[in-house]
């Protein structure tokens, strides 16, 4: 079976993709630090901005859609307020979920929550 031919502008074309390839062309200096893949990082960084109310990121960014799941996250609100729980936990519960489930985070985000709170010793109705 006799060779393909390349051709000079195919393989100048394969030479140049290997030199951006070795000379890091369009790498992104952030995306080089080490991270937890789901971002307790990013947790903390949330915390430093607050920029929006936590009721608001919970019921935009979790999608609720029924009154047991606005009931669910008053009683969060509520506990974040009283200092049982840390709205640090809240954050790393809501970014987990939202990168577990974009869709449908809601489900994720109350069960995890209820599984840490219980081992903290608080209790949701």
């Known amino acids: 079976m006799p060779k393909k031919y390349w051709g000079p502008l195919r393989a100048s074309r394969w030479m140049l993709l290997g030199a951006l390839a070795l000379s890091g062309f369009g790498t992104n200096q952030a995306l080089a630090q080490t991270q937890d893949s789901y971002g307790y990082n990013e947790a903390e960084q949330m915390l430093t901005l607050n920029t929006v109310e936590l009721r608001d990121q919970l019921m935009y960014g979790l999608r609720v859609a029924f009154p047991e799941q606005e009931a669910f996250v008053d009683q969060v609100i509520a506990r974040v307020d009283r200092g049982e729980i840390s709205r640090a936990m809240v954050n ?34």
């Open 92 to 125: 790393v519960v809501y970014v987990w979920s939202k990168k577990r489930r974009p869709k449908i985070p809601f489900p994720y985000f109350e069960y995890v929550m209820r599984i840490l709170a219980e081992q903290r010793g608080v209790f949701f109705e």
